[in-house]
């Protein structure tokens, strides 16, 4: 069977034009399912095991130089904490997000939120979310004609009753330009504007009150390295011509994060994070550094398609979580 690329980053504003776009609030649909996976797939489900070193454990009787002696092994316990599942439809478009946690009085899984998705003309039409099993919230998408990018999102509560809408306008180059955010009576609540010099690159992005008052604005320095990863900077200014706060990201031509850093106003480093992936662009080691330092190392075991079906996570060494992944793939289902 030719393996097939089912992306599961579902952009609905495709725009190579904005490097720095997909760290901002832009229009998308984002799977926690943050790979892609080779074949036909119909579904795939990853239950998350709590790894526990037990104290006391087996005893065994072993021999050595001075005589036998027993000593003691500690046993291992695993315990679920969570269940995630995802549904695809025949052209491989998401179709469910269900998020399941462990229930100790039923002693079963119960579902904690679920996200599902309806599409029409090969575009999201409805996004419904579940909360405990019972509706959440809805949004309907709507498209403009021209070039069909989104246009809208009309927003309803679990009573399925109005509670407003996200506007998003372009300017004369087809760049997103403007994201509002309107109540039921469609009066405005806030609403971020978008800047981009002569090439189309994001500069900067404002940030805006009820009352369209500055509240934020936020500055964009995009260059790429001698490796040819993307490195972005954005700079906050709560306060005129005074930054506030600052957050840096280096990726490689995969998207996956090298290195995140975030400073404060007086440029103290509060975050860092740096990161290393395997070929299959899967992380292997993450390494954080916040008032303590914390080394996370993951492993896998692959099936035929060189999709992984069993992680095992570390945190400085200890075994914290093994996820097994169960994928059925359409030949199979």
């Not at 990853?46 to 009787?61: C, D, F, P, R, S």
């Not at 090969?122 to 419904?128: E, T």
């Not at 001698?226 to 900077?233: E, F, I, R, V, Y």
């Not at 011509?241 to 490689?252: E, R, V």
Request: aromatic content about 10%; some cysteine; charged content about 25%.
């Amino acid at each position: 069977m030719m393996k097939k690329v089912i992306v599961l980053f579902i952009s609905l504003f495709i725009s190579r034009w904005a490097i720095a776009q997909s760290l901002v609030d832009t229009p998308q649909i984002v799977t926690s399912l943050s790979m892609n996976l080779a074949g036909e797939v119909d579904s795939v489900t990853e239950l998350t095991l709590a790894v526990k070193i037990l104290e006391v454990g087996a005893t065994l009787q072993v021999k050595g130089d001075s005589g036998a002696k027993v000593i003691t092994v500690p046993d291992t316990s695993f315990s679920i904490v969570e269940e995630m599942a995802w549904k695809f439809d025949d052209k491989g478009r998401l179709l469910s997000e269900v998020h399941n946690r462990p229930d100790k009085r039923k002693g079963d899984l119960e579902e904690v939120d679920a996200v599902l998705y309806s599409y029409k003309n090969n575009k999201v039409q409805y996004v419904l979310r579940r909360k405990d099993g019972s509706l959440s919230d809805s949004a309907a998408y709507v498209y403009n004609g021209k070039d069909k990018k989104l246009s809208m999102q009309e927003l309803y509560d679990n009573k399925r009753k109005y509670t407003g809408r996200i506007q998003y306008f372009q300017n004369k180059e087809g760049r997103l330009s403007t994201i509002s955010h309107k109540n039921a009576d469609l009066e405005l609540i806030k609403m971020a504007k978008y800047w981009y010099d002569t090439e189309g690159i994001l500069m900067s992005a404002t940030h805006h009150d009820k009352d369209q008052k500055l509240i934020l604005m936020q500055k964009f320095d995009v260059s790429t390295d001698s490796a040819g990863n993307l490195h972005t900077m954005i700079f906050d200014y709560a306060k005129p011509d005074t930054c506030t706060g600052m957050k840096s990201y280096l990726l490689n031509d995969a998207g996956n994060h090298l290195e995140d850093v975030t400073q404060d106003e007086r440029g103290n480093v509060l975050y860092i994070s740096t990161a290393k992936f395997n070929d299959y662009n899967h992380i292997v080691e993450q390494t954080i550094f916040t008032d303590v330092k914390k080394v996370i190392t993951c492993t896998y075991e692959y099936d035929d398609y060189k999709n992984w079906t069993l992680k095992r996570i570390y945190h400085n060494g200890v075994p914290q979580f093994f996820v097994r992944r169960t994928i059925i793939y359409k030949s199979n289902s």
